[in-house]
């Protein structure tokens, strides 16, 4: 099969303004990341009170990096990257860091994405959410806008199937926390164009991160075999294998692994673990991929990890 990483030859249309949408932990992140890149930004989230806490967030975040002298703040030591390369180059001057801030726009209004060449959808990971989202955008949108999705699971060729440009639908989806982790995995949908890829590729280096490519089915590369190894170790606890210190301690000395699979997941959310094991087990039809009952019900229970306070562990 060919490899989904094979670009075409065709004519690449340079990116130069990004419309967010969510301005949770994923797409504060994107923009900001995209703002102080040099792209013009705009943010969207239908909750003035998670907008307000996403301009917050980004405009410390950004003064904190100019002073600092780094350009993505270091929260944690993440997987797969190397803490040095926070350390060495790519600093963020005082004049970087001004023009990164009067160029991120906050908006209350979808009806400001008229001009964007891009859209990075990074809302509640629903299909149904994110579908009504893809028809709404793809009437506001310009004609050549790119529809692209940071979601973590979900069909791109459905939600490209609820707009009108499915050549232009394809899925970038960014690491969490996005300013800092290096990757970018790209999904192609059924229908999206060599254009569109080559265009979303760009954008992706242009953002510093290396890319891979996955095809479109449930979970695609990274959450296909993250996600049920986080919901292995609910299972664990869940069963009474060990406590939950011993199970992230197992897998972070035992594995190499820089976090323990209970510990990732409360960073993560627990919220969207059980989204996308629900989208695994729907997608994919095999009962082994179905959420862990202990997951299912933290959720119930509201408690969804710590997501956005990533400076202060809570034990599950
Ligand atoms: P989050 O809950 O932190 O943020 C989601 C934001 O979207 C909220 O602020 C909410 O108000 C807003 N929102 C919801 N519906 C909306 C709508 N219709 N229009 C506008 N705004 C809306 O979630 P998150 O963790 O940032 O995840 C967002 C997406 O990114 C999901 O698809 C998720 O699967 C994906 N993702 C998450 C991670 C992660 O580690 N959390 C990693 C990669 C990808």
Not at 16 to 22: K, L, W
Not at 191 to 197: A, I, K, L, Q
Not at 244 to 261: F, Q, V, W
Request: charged share 20%; with cysteine; hydrophobic share 40%.
């Amino acid at each position: 099969r060919q490899s989904s990483c094979d670009g075409g030859g065709g004519h690449m249309a340079e990116i130069r303004s990004v419309g967010v949408v969510g301005g949770g932990q994923m797409g504060s992140g994107i923009a900001q990341l995209a703002a102080v890149n040099g792209l013009e930004v705009w943010l969207h989230d239908s909750d003035p009170t998670a907008l307000s806490k996403a301009h917050q967030s980004i405009s410390s975040t950004i003064q904190s990096l100019v002073s600092k002298g780094r350009l993505t703040k270091v929260l944690f030591v993440p997987v797969l990257a190397d803490p040095l390369d926070f350390l060495t180059d790519n600093f963020l001057t005082k004049e970087k860091g001004a023009e990164a801030v009067r160029m991120l726009k906050y908006t209350s209004s979808l009806e400001d994405f008229g001009s964007v060449d891009i859209v990075i959808e990074a809302i509640v990971e629903s299909e149904e959410v994110k579908k009504k989202l893809f028809t709404l955008l793809d009437s506001i949108v310009k004609e050549s806008a790119i529809l692209a999705s940071n979601t973590s699971s979900i069909s791109i060729t459905r939600l490209a199937s609820a707009t009108s440009r499915p050549t232009q639908v394809i899925g970038m989806h960014f690491m969490n926390p996005p300013p800092i982790m290096k990757l970018v995995e790209i999904i192609r949908g059924a229908n999206t164009s060599e254009d569109t890829f080559n265009a979303t590729k760009c954008l992706a280096e242009r953002l510093g991160k290396k890319i891979v490519c996955s095809q479109d089915f449930s979970g695609f590369i990274i959450n296909r075999i993250l996600m049920p190894m986080i919901n292995e170790a609910f299972h664990a606890l869940y069963t009474g294998v060990a406590t939950k210190e011993d199970i992230d301690a197992g897998m972070k000395l035992g594995t190499n692994h820089p976090m323990g699979p209970l510990e990732l997941a409360d960073h993560i959310g627990l919220d969207v673990c059980l989204s996308i094991m629900k989208v695994l087990h729907a997608g994919l039809g095999d009962s082994k991929y179905a959420p862990c009952p202990l997951l299912v019900q933290y959720v119930d229970a509201g408690r969804l990890g710590r997501k956005k306070e990533l400076d202060d562990i809570e034990a599950m």
